[in-house]
């Protein structure tokens, strides 16, 4: 069963209008017809990983809210859209509650608009479970111009009810479409909540899809240099790929203009970007020895060890972490080192320099290549990730992760020419506010 909530709001209905025999009758009729169709519509499309916002205390919400709002009044669009993913935060049992009060807030923070459909999956006892949102927020000015695709009957509709927020049910819900990404895409991790979340719609007599992704992450540093490199993005590729295909299935003879934004999760080249940072260093591994599991680590290979295996221990050594060392005659270890990576920890020795230096490695940048029928306006802002979760140290990166482009904003062919024509800013924002581990990233332009 579908969990529906309505926002008071003033009920808008579009204007009644006739032509009388005059109008019919001038030359142009047929002209000022359609004329009146060709308006031009200011879109904003955001992205925001919204996983950090949801703690017990909530004490982020506040600024994230004034943070999306401001940035709204900014563009001043007509169609405003934002995904979300990791609504509910990791405490999802705990805090999926806050999710419909926090849209509420940012509705409210939003008077300009008087239309809002908010799909946010927060059924975490749900099987397709994939705490992805879809906000879309309509100005009274567009309202007759918009109509929604009901994905049971095949049909467009017109928007009746001013507010709604569903949050239950959304795998039968008929305006969207909503997948958790196949368990055998990652069989060898926990199944997670990584998916889509599609919704299509007809504006001024364009069809949109706006569909929110989100795709694998990297869950350890430490495979990326001892394992594959490619080990993690060849499965978003494949969980993309798998998006593409479902959505080309689903055109229903149309072409629309496709806009895939939300947490893409992609990473920079691995060997490309340690070799700029680790430039005259040597790699060192750090052991540790365990009992049983490889736990943390990553086995090292026997021929590389001497190892007195006892017949009552089941010991093994692990490589825990790497670190990257200026060679020199000194054995002060701790003052050469450049770099260090553990399996969730990234430590350069100047996080500053690396946050500030970031345009020297954006050519590192190189996973969106991938995909060759998907388009993306030039990059020039600093890495979407990993930002730290303190608010009063919210302007530096974490040393968790190396710095990403993770969250972005594609498009089609046909989308790309458009936007392209229609004054397109393509930025980052909040970067003097704790948004959390992931910095909201909006595409504006006009058509």
Same mark, same amino acid.
């Given at each position: ?5 309505k926002?008071?709001?003033r ?7 006739? &032509? ?9 009729s ?45 563009? $001043? ?5 934002? /995904? ?25 923070a939003?008077p300009?608009?008087?239309l ?83 919704t ?17 992450h ?12 490619? &080990?993690?993005?060849q ?33 920079? #080249? ?8 680790t430039?005259?260093?040597?790699p ?9 599991s ?56 100047? /996080?500053?320099k ?8 954006? #050519?590192? $940048? ?24 303190d608010?009063?140290?919210s ?40 948004t959390? #581990? ?10």
């Amino acid at each position: 069963m579908c969990r529906l909530f309505k926002i008071k709001s003033r009920r808008l209905m579009p204007a009644a209008f006739h &032509l009388d025999s005059s109008f019919l009758s001038h030359p142009n009729s047929l002209q000022l017809l359609t004329l009146s169709t060709n308006i031009m519509v200011q879109y904003l499309l955001i992205t925001a990983n919204v996983g950090s916002l949801f703690e017990p205390d909530a004490r982020l919400h506040a600024a994230w809210v004034k943070t999306v709002a401001d940035q709204v009044d900014y563009v $001043d669009p007509s169609f405003f859209v934002i /995904h979300l993913q990791e609504t509910g935060g990791k405490k999802f049992t705990e805090c999926s509650q806050q999710v419909p009060i926090i849209i509420s807030r940012l509705s409210t923070a939003l008077p300009k608009f008087d239309l809002l459909r908010a799909y946010v999956d927060i059924d975490y006892e749900a099987i397709e479970y994939t705490a992805l949102g879809a906000l879309c927020f309509i100005k009274r000015s567009l309202w007759s111009s918009v109509s929604q695709f009901n994905f049971h009957t095949k049909k467009y509709e017109q928007l009746t009810s001013p507010k709604e927020v569903v949050t239950h049910g959304l795998e039968n819900y008929p305006y969207v479409v909503k997948h958790k990404f196949p368990k055998d895409f990652w069989p060898s991790i926990k199944w997670g909540r990584k998916g889509y979340m599609q919704t299509r719609w007809k504006i001024a007599n364009r069809v949109f899809d706006f569909v929110n992704a989100h795709l694998f992450h990297d869950e350890s540093n430490l495979a990326l240099i001892h394992e594959n490199p490619q &080990l993690y993005s060849q499965n978003r590729k494949r969980a993309l790929d798998f998006v593409l295909s479902e959505l080309s299935a689903m055109e229903n003879g149309c072409t629309p203009l496709l806009f895939v934004f939300g947490d893409l999760n992609f990473r920079l #080249d691995s060997r490309s970007f340690l070799n700029r940072l680790t430039e005259r260093t040597a790699p060192h591994p750090v052991e540790q020895e365990q009992m049983g599991s490889l736990a943390d680590g990553l086995q090292t290979p026997t021929a590389s060890l001497q190892v007195a295996a006892h017949p009552s221990e089941n010991l093994r050594r692990t490589v825990s972490a790497i670190e990257f060392r200026r060679e020199s005659d000194s054995d002060d270890s701790q003052n050469s080192c450049v770099l260090r990576i553990e399996k969730k920890k990234f430590d350069y020795f100047n /996080h500053k320099k690396l946050l500030d230096d970031w345009q020297s490695y954006r #050519d590192d $940048d190189k996973e969106a290549e991938n995909f060759k029928s998907m388009f993306e306006m030039n990059i020039n802002f600093p890495p979407t990730y990993p930002w730290s979760e303190d608010p009063e140290d919210s302007e530096t990166l974490m040393k968790t992760r190396a710095p990403a482009w993770c969250d972005r904003v594609l498009m089609n062919k046909n989308a790309f020419g458009l936007v392209k024509e229609g004054g397109p800013e393509y930025k980052s924002f909040g970067m003097e506010t704790c948004t959390g #581990d992931h910095k909201p990233v909006m595409l504006t332009f006009n058509i």
